[in-house]
């Protein structure tokens, strides 16, 4: 449901950043577009004009998808589209780190199974130029499930590693997920202690003793008769902490074949946007990206029924 809010309201709430919250605790303004004012629109008064036209007739996975596309950082270092591998999009690339949007069904690193076709050796291959002799190594900064599509970055140092690792903690780690069912809060935070089991399937545990703990807090910003869209806020980064927490709560995220029911198809969890400060300069960065049209046309099809 979109909450209504007409132009002259809108602009008031632009020309203070403090009466932004004051729409919000009203219910006059959408949340997800006081988040989009927040942080997209203060510097860009002629794009926020045009933009509040449309917060009365769009819905606002498009106005996430309209904002992701317009805000895109430019890469320092020429991005040779030719060369691309498959099942990778590089978003930015300079001389210490290379971001990219990862597909569905690609590995972060190698397993015991996989050694070639990862994300890791792929994105290697393509800095190296086809060169196997060359030099350049590449640097895990954080991973995705293997069926989990998003955003990814890799680092070119051990040295830059190293400093992302010592600001993991404040590094905004934003994600869409498509789930079962209609949940009764519309937003809220699961906590709990997780262990991983002998199964290898991770759950929740009563004791802080025998576990770590993760903190999840999600908003839905769609839903219909059987499925819902959460925009989820990772505060922790445990071993499949989103797809556990809501499979707990009785809302398995679609296509979860390990915590969620038995139905084919793609994993349903998008990490669709990161922040954090340039190791480098300490320059603030903020990737975003797509929904994929998948979960969406998920809900065009169900609305039908």
């Known amino acids: 449901m979109i909450v209504k809010c007409n132009a002259t309201q809108a602009m008031g709430f632009l020309r203070d950043r403090q009466d932004i919250n004051t729409g919000l605790e009203s219910g006059c303004v959408n949340p997800l577009v006081c988040d989009i004012f927040k942080h ?17 007739t769009v819905n606002p996975v498009a106005i996430l998808n309209n904002v992701y596309e317009s805000t895109m950082i430019k890469s320092k270092i020429k991005i040779r589209t030719k060369y691309v591998p498959a099942g990778i999009k590089i978003l930015y690339e300079d ?3 290379i971001v990219i949007d990862k597909s569905s069904g690609l590995l972060t ?4 199974y996989e050694a070639e076709n990862t994300a890791h050796h792929l994105l290697t291959n393509y800095v190296r130029k086809g060169n196997p002799k060359a030099r350049t190594e590449l640097f895990v ?17 051990l040295e830059i590693r190293e400093k992302f690792a010592r600001q993991w903690k404040t590094v905004e780690k934003k994600y869409i997920a498509l789930v079962h069912g209609n949940l ?25 003793q025998d576990g770590h703990l993760a903190i999840t807090k999600y908003r839905v910003i769609k839903d219909s008769k059987n499925y819902s869209l959460l925009e989820i806020y990772l505060l922790t980064g445990k071993k499949n902490q989103i797809r556990v927490h809501l499979s707990e709560k009785g809302h398995p995220v679609v296509g979860d074949m390990r915590y969620g029911k038995n139905i084919k198809g793609r994993l349903g969890l998008h990490a669709v946007s990161i922040k954090f400060k340039h190791p480098f300069n300490n320059e603030e960065m903020l990737f975003e990206t797509k929904i994929p ?5 998920y809900f065009s099809l169900t609305e039908k029924l």
């Open 95 to 97: 001389r210490d780190i």
């Open 141 to 157: 900064v954080h991973r995705l499930d293997r069926d989990t599509s998003g955003v990814l970055i890799f680092a070119k140092s």
């Open 109 to 112: 690193v190698k397993a015991n």
């Open 184 to 208: 009764a809060e519309k937003s809220g935070i699961i906590e709990s202690y997780l262990s991983d089991g002998e199964d290898y399937k991770v759950r929740s545990v009563k004791n802080p």
């Open 40 to 56: 997209d629109f203060f510097e860009h008064p002629k794009s926020a004009v045009n933009f509040i036209k449309k917060i009365n």
């Open 293 to 297: 049209q998948y979960f969406l046309n």
